[in-house]
């Protein structure tokens, strides 16, 4: 890099990057900045990292990682972060830059149906980094930067500097600007509904606060036991710690779920399961109830909602001619119609926290599952009590936990976009939008025309597993010109890819990250080995790319490694200063302490959402169009979408069990996301793998009388299908599972029997294959992944190898 002279400034600081240890001793020769030359000499012993499962020290011996040890501060370690060497150490890390065969000969005049097929050629980093270059000036020179897209969805690696994200719209936005995203996988139709509904906050009271004041806590289609293994930033896992300490105080909890689910396990819950994706009507139901017995809190619907009359006349059926009672939502739901009128009369009688999950929203008219559940904490009246209402975040990544008083650390910038681009594209559209230019959409009350994508640059996420039709999917995929990854591993959206560029892990260079999403601390995150084979870090390719398109002073701004995370952290210790947090300097933290805990305060300790407008809503309107709840939305009657209505209500889905398609297929594919995994991260992990995989595939998980009616035992092969797909997969006989459900996780890894070709069988259990890629409405756009009807037979054909772990080089 260009940044020799501020380095030899900088000795001290350096030292401290490369240092592996407290009191490990720095030979002069380690005194280089980080990313030296590849093979260079790195020293052995305990060194800090963090990731998206935890944190703590990789053993470095003669320069491989051999075993991690989890840090004291994080309450429950899991086996993901303790097999992390394996994940490194993976076959299937990309060793070189790659092109595709036909793209190095033909350019963007390639056949782009090759793509997937495998042919790759190995070149040169500066024939990579050329390629990359050339193909960027050439789509901006000939279409304009509204041709390329670079929003590049995905759980890419923490780290407040190698963002790689920010690593390349910064280079883009230097470019003239890129297409974007909007919106998540995640919370695709939550994160639109809910400011309509109550002005935006899906949190409620923090874990101290539930575990003193709720009576009943009801997980619906909710499961933090696995869901906060993980966090988007490093997680402490302080919300599982919580979750026991909830369990201690002996309080009733109720787990509604077609899966008794690990949740459901781990506090001995009561279990209810509807059919999946009915959830609205057997809330509509308990809504009922609650109107029929006069046990809804009639003040509270008068003082801090509007639209209540509109929702209880369709309630009694006044609106449409079908009363809403018990014995209706039961037909739908497949609940006993007594069990929902006790349930209603259960939440009624004490203080009430409903934990919705996301898997709910994450299904065709997923918008009206939140709203649903937010209008029935209404009728119950503890919205805004601590310990009461509707959450729909405390089952994920360990939230609840109450915010530390940390100083604001900025991060990798972006930049800035320029005016004039296309708006950013609801992201489960975005492979719609790719084969579909110039057609348009409706999206959050506006409607857009689908941009002319030509260009698609993916870093740190994986589309050929996170999106749904794989088969509809791959034949977008072959519309725009270019495809360029950065990738750690041959993943298949890397062997979908035109030029692939190695990326290495964050045990191969240094960075920090918050600890959990309340920034309760901050941890070091050191270089422990080399890059493997050619990888090199996202900042390093993108400053290069930046060099080639004139702009890399711009870019890096005169820093290099070293530099961006001392001046992250200065920016940081200045922000602590003003607001009177202890720090200790940046070599003090990265030689000697490696993690700085940030304090939490009582009020920070008891939050509760909304409290304000609960003591006075008129001094403290919330930020919806009435300053009230709105259990019906004028605006979005306003818009009027034909698939999402003014106040919750029960739409029918695409399929479901019960209703359309289940004669043809009369299983609900359960996705819901893996125990041992990040989505398809850690799918290349052996020793998870070898743990839980069937036959090398991915679990299929069955009730015992659905294998017994199909004549499947415990370990067959399986082959799961419908009309958009088909997979392999390994059965696995479970009285977790709710009859006429199956289980088979996100993330499973792609693999198929002939590469490139649509329709083709799965060989290893992508449940994406079997997924509709539809919006949740005209409203969100979110994604479909959990709306699911299929069949399983026992596979009887010749059973092919997986073959998707398998490098391409
Ligand atoms: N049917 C169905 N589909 C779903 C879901 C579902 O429930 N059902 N869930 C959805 C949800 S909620 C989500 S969030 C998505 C997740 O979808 P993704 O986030 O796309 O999935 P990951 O497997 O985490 O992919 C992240 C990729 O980034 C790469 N990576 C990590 N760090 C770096 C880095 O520093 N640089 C670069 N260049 N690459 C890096 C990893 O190797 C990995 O391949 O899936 C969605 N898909
Ligand atoms: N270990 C691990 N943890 C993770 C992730 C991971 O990949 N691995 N991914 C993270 C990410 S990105 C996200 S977005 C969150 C996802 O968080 P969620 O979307 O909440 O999680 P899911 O696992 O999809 O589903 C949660 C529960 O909902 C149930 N469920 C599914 N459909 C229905 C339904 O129609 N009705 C009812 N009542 N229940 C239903 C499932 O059986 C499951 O028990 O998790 C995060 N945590
Ligand atoms: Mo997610």
Redo the contacts with the bound molecule.
């Keep these: 890099m260009s940044t020799h002279s501020f380095f030899a400034s900088r000795r001290s600081v350096l030292k401290g990057l490369t240092a592996l240890g407290a009191g490990t001793l720095i030979a002069p020769a380690l005194l280089r900045p980080a990313h030296a030359a590849v093979g260079g000499m790195m020293a052995d012993g305990d060194v800090i990292n963090g990731s998206h499962y935890g944190f703590g020290y990789a053993k470095v011996e003669g320069g491989r990682i051999v075993g991690m040890t989890a840090h004291e501060k994080d309450h429950v370690p899991n086996k993901m972060f303790e097999t992390l060497p394996d994940w490194v150490y993976s076959p299937t890390r990309i060793k070189y830059p790659m092109v595709r065969k036909g793209f190095l000969q033909n350019g963007h005049e390639s056949d782009r149906t090759e793509r997937g097929k495998g042919e790759f050629v190995r070149v040169s980093w500066e024939e990579a980094l050329d390629l990359v270059a050339a193909e960027l000036k050439r789509v901006k020179e000939t279409h304009g930067n509204g041709s390329i897209y670079g929003g590049s969805y995905g ?1 890419k690696t923490p780290g407040l500097f190698h963002n790689c994200f920010n690593n390349l719209y910064r280079t883009l936005n230097l470019h003239g600007g890129f297409v974007n995203d909007v919106q998540t996988y ?2 695709g139709a939550i994160r639109v509904i809910m400011p309509y509904v109550n002005g935006g906050p899906t949190t409620s009271s923090t874990w101290p606060a539930i575990i003193e004041n709720t009576e009943l806590l009801v997980f ?4 933090p036991a ?5 966090g988007w930033k490093v997680p402490d896992h302080a919300g599982l710690k919580y979750l026991n300490d909830f369990k201690a105080t002996g309080k009733q909890t109720i787990v ?4 008794r ?1 690990d949740t459901a396990q781990l506090l001995e819950s009561d279990w209810i399961a ?1 059919r ?2 009915t ?1 609205v009507a057997m809330m509509l139901g308990v809504a009922h109830t609650l109107l029929e017995e006069d046990l809804h809190d009639k003040a509270f619907l008068a003082d801090y909602c509007v639209g209540f009359e509109e929702f209880s006349a369709y309630l009694t059926g006044e609106s449409d001619g079908t009363a809403k009672t018990a014995d209706w939502a039961s037909e739908i739901c497949g609940v006993d119609a007594e069990q929902i009128r006790e349930l209603a009369r259960l939440m009624a009688s004490k203080r009430t926290m409903i934990n919705m ?4 929203q ?2 065709h008219h997923g918008e009206q599952g939140p709203w649903m559940a937010f209008t029935l904490a209404c009728m119950l009246g503890y919205t805004a009590l601590p310990g009461g209402g509707a959450d729909f975040q405390i ?3 360990n939230y609840g936990t109450p915010k530390g008083t940390a100083p604001i650390f900025p991060g990798f910038p972006a930049g800035e976009t320029p005016e004039g681009l296309p708006a950013p594209i609801p992201v489960s559209r975005v492979p719609w939008v790719m084969g579909n230019a110039g057609a348009e959409y409706d999206y959050d009350g506006t409607r857009y025309t689908a941009p002319d994508l030509r260009l698609v640059y993916w870093v740190g996420g994986n589309p050929m597993h996170h999106h749904q039709d794989r088969n509809k999917h791959i034949e977008y995929w072959q519309k725009p010109e270019t495809i360029i990854v950065n990738e750690i591993n041959w993943t298949q959206t890397a062997r979908f890819a035109d030029i692939v560029l190695p990326v290495c892990t964050n045990f191969e260079k240094n960075d920090m990250s918050m600890v959990s999403e309340q920034n309760v601390g901050i941890v070091a995150m050191k270089q422990a080995i080399e890059p493997l084979f050619e990888s090199k870090s996202d900042f390093e390719i993108f400053a290069e790319i930046s060099k080639r398109l004139g702009f890399e002073r711009e870019f890096t701004e005169g820093r290099d490694e070293a530099g961006w995370l001392e001046h992250i952290y200065a920016e940081g210790l200045k922000d602590a200063e003003k607001k009177g947090v202890e720090m200790p300097d940046f070599e003090t933290f990265w030689n000697e302490t490696f993690y700085q805990e940030f304090p939490v305060t009582e009020a920070a300790k008891y939050e509760v959402t909304h409290a304000s407008f609960r003591e006075d809503p008129l001094l403290n309107p919330i930020a919806t169009p009435s300053g009230m709840f709105e259990i019906y939305s004028r605006r979005i009657e306003g818009y009027n979408y034909d698939d999402c209505p003014p106040h919750p209500a029960w739409m029918e889905p695409i399929e479901r069990l019960g209703g359309a398609m289940s004669d043809k297929y009369p299983l609900h594919v ?6 041992y ?3 398809s991260q850690l799918d290349n992990n052996t020793a998870l793998h070898d743990a839980y995989k069937v036959q090398g595939r991915e679990p299929m998980y069955i009730s015992p009388a659905d294998a017994e009616a199909r004549g499947i035992a415990d370990g067959d092969i399986v082959r799961i299908f419908n009309d958009r797909g088909q997979c392999l997969a390994g059965a696995v006989i479970s009285d977790t599972l709710s009859p006429n459900h199956i289980r088979l996780s996100e ?1 499973g890894w792609y693999d198929p029997a002939e590469p490139g070709v649509i329709g083709t069988l799965c060989k290893q259990g992508d449940v994406n294959v079997l997924a509709p890629d539809i919006g949740t409405s005209s409203l969100a756009q979110g994604n479909c992944g ?1 709306t699911i009807l299929a069949e399983v037979e026992k596979y009887t054909g010749d059973v092919p190898s997986v073959t998707t772990y398998d490098p391409v080089v």
């Design positions: 759980w995640s919370t619906w289609g909710a499961n696995l869901n906060c293994r993980i509604v779920d077609p899966i689910n509807p999946q994706g959830d999950g996301w898997s709910i994450r299904q089952h994920y990544a359960n996705t819901q996301h893996p125990t995994r990040l989505h993330g959990h």
